[in-house]
Nanobody, 117 residues
Framework: QPQLMESGGGSVQPGGSLRLSCVAS????????MSWHRQRPGKERELVAS?????????TYADSVRGRFTISRDNAKNIVYLQMNSLKPEDTAEYYC?????????WGQGTQVFVSS
């Protein structure tokens, strides 16, 4: 029943921007913290950014993306966003969103981001 569906991935040149969206359904979205992770072949999933539940007043970022990426949420639309600016080739990865609560966590299916010339 609970579902997360990422979109907005694609191919972009270095220095470009993308905005990823994760649409939630089947659960009380506002009560969950949300996060974005990325994974490259042969690598473990890496936490990219997180945002607290409810009003989302608390955010965290990986050192590699801080200042370039911004996580935000719209509880009225049940969407968490990842605005990605000044993209670098090393940002190329499959990006996943995750819902987190004391009762458990679950993942979306992922969306691919390619950053290349």
């Amino acid at each position: 029943q609970p579902q997360l569906m990422e979109s907005g991935g694609g191919s972009v040149q270095p220095g470009g921007s993308l905005r990823l969206s994760c649409v939630a359904s089947g659960f009380d979205f506002s009560t969950y913290g949300m996060s974005w992770h990325r994974q490259r072949p042969g690598k473990e999933r890496e936490l990219v950014a997180s945002i607290s539940s409810r009003s989302g007043t608390s955010t965290t970022y990986a050192d590699s993306v801080r200042g370039r990426f911004t996580i935000s949420r719209d509880n009225a639309k049940n969407i968490v966003y990842l605005q990605m600016n000044s993209l670098k080739p090393e940002d190329t990865a499959e990006y996943y969103c995750k819902a987190i609560r004391d009762t458990g966590s679950f993942w979306g299916q992922g969306t691919q981001v390619f950053v290349s010339s």
